[in-house]
Nanobody, 126 residues
Framework: QVQLVESGGRLMQAGGSLRLSCAASGRIESSNIVAWFRQAPGKEREFVAA????????YYGDAVKGRFTISRDNANNTVNLEMNSLKYEDTAVYYC???????????????????WGQGTQVTVSS
């Protein structure tokens, strides 16, 4: 079992920066993947970024590449998402997810992830 708790979402102005955190607990191995997804109203859940639990490999969705950075804080067992140059289109509920069924497989589909947090709302005003 893996537990994930997101925090950090809030109302922001376009162009600003925000950091989201995902506190993870439970049995997570170095080859498991932790990812951030987001879902805007009326849209499907979208892949944002992923990192393996050891922190050595990262992938990003095209919409956030160059603006967002995913990282692993070993001391606090968190996976953080640094979001810069925020746009109105970044408005969504952001979810943390963990995939344990594969090793070092960076899935981009929500169905490929086994555990989910409750989500945190990010709203960007234009």
């Amino acid at each position: 079992q893996v537990q994930l708790v997101e925090s950090g979402g809030r109302l922001m102005q376009a162009g600003g920066s925000l950091r989201l955190s995902c506190a993870a607990s439970g049995r997570i191995e170095s080859s498991n993947i932790v990812a951030w997804f987001r879902q805007a109203p009326g849209k499907e859940r979208e892949f944002v970024a992923a990192i393996n639990w050891s922190g050595g490999i990262r992938y990003y969705g095209d919409a956030v590449k160059g603006r967002f950075t995913i990282s692993r804080d070993n001391a606090n067992n968190t996976v953080n998402l640094e979001m810069n140059s925020l746009k109105y289109e970044d408005t969504a509920v952001y979810y943390c997810a963990c995939a344990v069924r594969f090793r070092n497989y960076f899935g981009r589909l929500a169905a490929e992830y086994d555990y989910w947090g409750q989500g945190t709302q990010v709203t960007v005003s234009s």
